[in-house]
């Protein structure tokens, strides 16, 4: 039995919003471990500073503390770069259902 257009259409934005849960869960996990990694870098350099005196360890901290900044940016960066490719994606799913439904790709359906 033939799907009709509509079904094709929500069986698509089903397949887009799938997709994009995922990637939303992936982007959250990276976070939640690249905070993890941060605070297990200032837990170590804490240690550290304290065996090696104070001033030491105020270096060893401001230098976890960048580092963790970085790790926390990098993941923020790939959550938005998620979130950016997911309004892409689902207009090229529906671009592409449009044309398997009508035959017709999106140029020759705005010459109609």
Known sequence: MSKSPLEIIR????????????ERETAVSQIKSAEQQARELVRQAEEEGQREGAAQHQTVLNQAA????????QAEGRAQALRNVSPVQMETAVTQ????????RPSEEEAI
């Not at 069986?11 to 995922?22: Q, W």
């Not at 960048?66 to 940016?73: F, K, Y």
């Open 66 to 73: 960048l580092e963790a900044e970085a790790i926390l940016a």
């Open 97 to 104: 259902a449009m044309t398997i439904i009508t035959g017709l």
């Open 11 to 22: 069986h698509k934005e089903a397949e887009v919003t799938r997709r994009l849960a995922s």
